[in-house]
């Protein structure tokens, strides 16, 4: 018996529970049909263009992402946008977002382990989810040495922090734009904190808190999960082929 989308979706709510998604988002079954058997499915961190593109080549009828294909409230689908693209190769678009941000096993899961570092707490409870992990490191580092071996584990292009000048024993990770956690690392005695998508303030703020801070990018820091969520698919639903987008990159360049 083949395994529909609403099966697939099912699995995904056994190691990320929809219920557990944060009230702005909009994780979930955003576009298509529940009941379609698709052979072949696509995993990115976004729905781009490429994306589509690249399903349409491997005539991939389910992409599952972790940003939502629609996040605000659309006004109308036209021509050439991404929902009307996928309406019209009649692909089905599944996202896990901040349900499987907070997961145990889930992106923050994902990161620190992609880092090498073993999660021995977490950063702070926001609206009853655990946010972010606290990591204890056997050997100090220096921030330029955090910062490089970031760069090498994650394969960022490119790194950008604060340094606050102390070594680095405890360092505190989450995943996406989550500066706003910055206050709580600091609470728990954080040297670093990993990050992405930080704004000039919070770069004052670190340096008032003497922490430093690590922006290793959105992409990077969530693309980590991608691997992690084909595997445990994979394992749920042998005769379906489930396939990381090679078009699913960083889209920004550095110089």
Same mark, same amino acid.
């Given at each position: 018996?083949?395994?529909? %989308?609403?099966?697939? @979706? %099912?699995?995904? %709510? ?13 994780? !979930? ?8 058997? =698709? ?33 605000? =409230?659309?006004?109308?689908?036209? &021509?050439?946008?991404?929902? @009307? ?20 096993? /889930? ?20 609206? /009853? #989810?655990?946010? /972010? ?15 490089? +071996? ?11 922090? @604060?340094?606050? !000048? ?5 360092? #505190?990770?989450?995943? !996406? #734009?989550?500066? +706003? ?7 728990? %005695? ?27 990018? +959105?992409?990077?820091?969530? &693309? ?29 360049? @550095?110089?």
């Amino acid at each position: 018996m083949k395994k529909t %989308n609403l099966d697939i @979706y %099912n699995k995904i %709510n056994e190691l990320a529970p929809y219920c557990t998604a944060l009230s702005y988002d909009n994780s !979930g079954f955003n576009i298509g049909d529940k009941y379609a058997e =698709p052979e072949r499915v696509l995993l990115a961190l976004d729905i781009t263009n490429a994306v589509i593109d690249e399903a349409v080549r491997l005539d991939a009828k389910l992409i599952i992402t972790h940003h939502p294909v629609i996040f605000q =409230p659309l006004k109308s689908v036209l &021509s050439g946008s991404i929902a @009307y693209r996928l309406l019209q190769n009649n692909i089905s678009a599944i996202s896990a977002h901040t349900n499987l941000d907070i997961a145990k096993g /889930g992106v923050n899961t994902a990161l620190c382990d992609a880092l090498g570092f073993e999660a021995n707490d977490i950063i702070t409870v926001d609206d /009853g #989810a655990e946010m /972010g992990i606290i990591s204890h490191l056997e050997n100090e580092m220096t921030p330029i040495g955090l910062a490089e +071996h970031i760069k090498q584990r994650l394969g960022c292009k490119g790194i950008k922090f @604060y340094n606050a !000048g102390r070594s680095i024993k405890t360092v #505190a990770m989450c995943s !996406g #734009a989550s500066s +706003h956690l910055l206050f709580d690392c600091a609470k728990k %005695n954080a040297d670093a904190f990993i990050t992405a998508d930080i704004k000039h303030s919070m770069f004052i703020e670190a340096d008032t808190l003497g922490i430093t801070l690590i922006d290793a990018g +959105h992409f990077s820091t969530e &693309s980590v999960v991608l691997p992690r969520l084909k595997e445990y698919l994979q394992k749920s639903f042998e005769q379906t082929e489930f396939i990381i987008a090679e078009s699913s990159v960083d889209l920004c360049s @550095y110089i």
